[in-house]
């Protein structure tokens, strides 16, 4: 069982940054691909990006790609979100979740924290 707490977020700027952690416990990260998803209200989650920890490679979503940037520390087996150039679009909760490699499905989900960019 993977159990993944998310931390960071608030009130930001327009073209401030922030990060976001993800940390996870019950197991490591190995054979996982992590992703972080957001909801804007009154809209469907949606997938911002992921990295495939074994692997080390990256997917972004086109809506953030050059201002966002995930990683992942092995040692602290914990996933980041940095945040840069911060548009009021980018307005909503964000999600840590995980899935094995071999399958398609996020099973495992964080909590969700709000970030909230004031224009």
């Known amino acids: 069982q993977v159990q993944l707490v998310e931390s960071g977020g608030g009130l930001v700027q327009t073209g401030g940054s922030t990060r976001l952690s993800c940390a996870a416990s019950g197991r490591t990260f190995s054979g996982y691909v992590l992703a972080w998803f957001r909801q804007a209200p009154g809209k469907e989650r949606a997938l911002v990006g992921n990295i495939n920890w074994s692997a080390g490679t990256t997917y972004y979503a086109d809506s953030v790609k050059g201002r966002f940037t995930i990683s992942g520390d092995n040692a602290k087996n914990t996933v980041y979100l940095q945040m840069n150039n911060l548009k009021p679009e980018d307005t909503a909760v964000y999600y840590c979740?995980?899935?094995?490699?071999?399958?398609?499905?996020?099973?495992?989900w964080g909590q969700g924290t709000q970030v909230t960019v004031s224009s």
């Open positions: 979740a995980a899935r094995r490699e071999v399958l398609g499905t996020y099973n495992y």
